[in-house]
């Protein structure tokens, strides 16, 4: 963010599209015991390039997209606060700051304006933003034959119960905090980055300088307490191995969370669950919901599907992506029943999309090994679909190859006549099995889901496109489907697209959204856009 000095009042611009929302939060701001030090200017016009102004806050309703894209330039100028409501988040500009609409008010919206005031007037150094880091990184490796070493640092707020009343000025401040102690402590000669809100990925030649306990692992300030998680230190050599890289430390730090959170009482109960015994009362508390991250016509860009995404607000620990606590599901005999309430929501979730939207869209659904593996899994899809009035072409299966191949006697009979039925079925991941060319064109597929791996980040040209050329050529030859996953910037868009990619999943087009969400985007119309900061869990 510029720095901007502070000799006179700040300038705040409040600009929108409704004059009397804007007159709303002049009130608000002006009504403020400290809004002494800031002079107020509303404006609805489409040029407010002329007006001087030290912070923007701009206010959007779900249909007022367009103004991102005709302010864009000016914007880009400034210290940004917008506030909208989630089905524009994925559009916000990289360097803005946003304030849910749901959770305006008066208070919330000085927190913002104060925190935002604070950043101007103690402005620091802060990590490297994505691009310029990548590019950062790039000439490090270049100059290292022998390779870098990388650690992922992840920061966790403590919220207390104060806190949740003003949650987006805490964590600004919080993460501020983060990234100035992670800045002053980390070793001598590093490159410290930012890829998502709330990680920093710290990078070094020493091995031994990153593996050394530097990094600040706990901090309080004011009662507003936070927690750090880190990786182990990884090596990477290539910058097209990247993508892995981060993968791998992301898992890392999963586990070391859970690990770590599940001693203590976040919210000071005194009675805790455990990961494994909370998972027999998740269900009956509604604590799992889904997400749904749309899909695109190589092509033509059209929106032709969407990924469901199981996720566990948790009460003590949060929210638990899937790849931590499946296998505790597994374990504790629940995935079916997981599974199964997955599969149906999933189902409504499709019938309030035709409502809503009028567009054929084909939901895709993961699925679990003990699922297929059960002899009546079929049957039991199968009458689903019948029941909630789901035609079958309309779902698609996702599974990886372990899941198909385990037991083949049975999972194989399922698929097959599933896929009988009209349903799709997608092999997940594909690439990263140690077989999966061997059984491809014997497996009851109709499509292959390209690791993230293989396509972010992708050079244009070099090992890893031909990896993905040579894949893409030959599901094209066994008449598979093919979708990647993981697109994150134009480049790569392009570069899948020109290489005849099917369908395309990623940050470039949209995050993981909420049903409703998910329908406000749709009507509001979806667009490509380079990957932007998001959180981690």
């Not at 305006?104 to 950043?119: D, K, R, T, V």
């Not at 309430?341 to 409504?348: G, K």
């Not at 079929?378 to 689903?384: E, F, P, T």
Request: glycine share 4%; charged share 20%.
């Amino acid at each position: 963010m510029p720095s901007i000095a502070c000799e006179t009042d700040l300038r705040l611009l409040l600009l929108g599209r409704h004059a009397d929302e804007l007159s709303r939060l002049q009130q608000w701001l002006s009504c403020d015991d400290t809004s002494h030090s800031w002079q107020l200017t509303c404006c609805s016009t489409p040029r407010p390039d002329h007006i001087q102004c030290d912070i923007i806050v701009v206010h959007l309703l779900s249909n007022d997209a367009d103004i991102l894209y005709e302010w864009r330039d000016f914007l880009a100028k400034k210290p940004v606060l917008v506030i909208a409501p989630e089905s524009l988040r994925p559009r916000l500009p990289a360097n803005c700051h946003w304030l849910p609409a749901t959770q305006l008010q008066a208070n919330s919206l000085i927190e913002a304006c104060q925190a935002m005031q604070q950043e101007i007037d103690h402005y620091t150094v802060e990590p490297l933003q994505r691009d310029a880091f990548f590019a950062q990184l790039r000439r490090w490796l270049s100059q290292s034959p022998n390779g870098l070493y990388i650690k992922l640092l992840q920061c966790r707020w403590l919220a207390t119960q104060e806190a949740e009343q003003m949650p987006w000025a805490i964590r600004h401040r919080i993460q501020q905090e983060f990234e100035q102690s992670t800045l002053s402590r980390s070793p001598k000669n590093t490159l410290v980055g930012r890829i998502l809100d709330d990680q920093l990925v710290v990078v070094s030649d020493d091995y031994y300088a990153l593996q050394a306990d530097w990094y600040p692992t706990r901090h309080e300030n004011q009662g507003n307490a936070w927690m750090v998680y880190g990786s182990a230190v990884l090596q990477i050599r290539e910058f097209t191995a990247l993508s892995s890289v981060l993968h791998e430390g992301v898992q890392q730090i999963a586990r070391e969370r859970l690990v770590q959170e599940a001693q203590f009482d976040w919210q000071h109960q005194e009675n805790s669950l455990s990961l494994y015994e909370g998972l027999h009362l998740a269900l009956q508390r509604d604590e799992f919901f889904l997400e749904f991250q749309p899909q695109f016509d190589g092509r033509t860009g059209a929106w032709v599907g969407a990924e469901a995404l199981l996720r566990w607000r948790h009460p003590t620990l949060g929210v638990i992506p899937p790849t931590v606590f499946i296998r505790e599901a597994e374990n504790a005999g629940l995935i079916q029943a997981l599974g199964h309430w997955a599969l149906r929501e999933t189902i409504i979730a499709w019938k309030h999309i035709q409502q809503r939207v009028n567009s054929p869209i084909r939901m895709a659904v993961n699925v679990a090994f003990p699922e297929v593996a059960d002899p009546y899994y079929a049957n039991q899809v199968l009458s689903l679909l019948q029941q909630l009035d789901m035609p079958t072409h309309f779902l698609e299966l996702e599974l990886t190859e372990t899941a198909m191949m385990r037991d083949a006697s049975v999972s194989l009979l399922n698929l097959r006549t599933l896929q009988a039925e009209g349903i799709h079925i997608a092999l997940d991941d594909f690439g990263t099995g140690f077989s999966s060319l061997s059984h491809l064109s014997d497996l009851p597929i109709t499509g292959i889901k390209l690791d993230r791996a293989f396509v972010t980040p992708m050079a244009e040209k070099g090992p890893q496109a031909h990896i993905v050329s040579t894949m893409l050529d030959l599901a094209k030859r066994l008449r598979l489907e093919t979708t990647a996953e993981g697109v994150e910037d134009r480049q790569c868009l392009e570069l899948v697209q020109t290489l005849g990619c099917d369908r395309i999943q990623g940050y470039i087009y949209s995050q993981p959204l909420g049903l409703e969400a998910l329908l406000e985007q749709a009507e509001a119309g979806f667009s490509a856009q380079d990957f932007s900061q998001r959180s981690l869990f």
